[in-house]
Each structure stands twice: as C-alpha cells, then as structure tokens.
Nanobody, 116 residues
Framework: QVHLTESGGGLVQPGGSLRLSCAAS????????MGWYRQAPGKERELVAS???????NYGASAKGRVTISRDTAENAIYLQMDSLNPEDTAVYYC??????????WGQGTQVTVSS
C-alpha cells in the first residue's frame, strides 16, 4: 500500500511563503493524479491544486495565482509553493493520490497557520 507523507507546514506571517512537500513511499505505476487539498476549521475540504500523470495542472479558485504545484517523478513527490499567504489560507493541507481505477489515498496532513 502506498503511503503519503506531507511536510513543510508551519507558522508564517501574512504575505509570507511556504513550500509543502508530499512524498510517496513507493513508485506509483497506476497514478491518475496527485494533488493538494486543504481543510480549515468548520469548512469542507477543498482542492488547492492537482497535477496529472501527464503533467496537466489544475488549481482551485481560492488560491489560484498564489500557488504552484510541481512534481519530481524520480522522487515520487509533489510540491506546493505558496506565496502571498493570508490568514484565510490557514488550514490543514492534505496530499491525495488518485489511482486510475478510482481509488485514492490521503496523507495525514500538515498544518499551515498564517498569523502575525
């Protein structure tokens, strides 16, 4: 079973930047896409960004223009560069892997807190 491990979260001041990482425990031959989702207290989980096995990216509306998703196929990892962070970006950020047959796997999440 593939495990996902997120890292890079933390406390950052408004206007700051963070880079999140998500590493898979093994090579993923049947991946459809990997992505980042976030969930703030009292809110539903929402898409931040995803990247398909073919490299096609998709961004959610809330952070579009301020985040960039990338991947390192050799390292079985994806990254999320987040800039111009504001307090509304405070959430737990989760990594998700979607397989070709429709099943998925989630990481444990990493907390991002934007506060002065």
């Amino acid at each position: 079973q593939v495990h996902l491990t997120e890292s890079g979260g933390g406390l950052v001041q408004p206007g700051g930047s963070l880079r999140l990482s998500c590493a898979a425990s093994q090579t993923i031959p049947h991946m459809l896409l990997m992505g980042w989702y976030r969930q703030a207290p009292g809110k539903e989980r929402e898409l931040v960004a995803s990247i398909s096995s073919g490299g096609v990216t998709n961004y959610g509306a809330s952070a579009k223009g301020r985040v960039t998703i990338s991947r390192d196929t050799a390292e079985n990892a994806i990254y999320l560069q987040m800039d111009s962070l504001n307090p509304e970006d405070t959430a737990v950020y989760y990594c998700k892997l979607l397989f070709l047959l429709g099943s998925d796997t989630w990481g444990q999440g990493t907390q991002v807190t934007v506060s002065s």
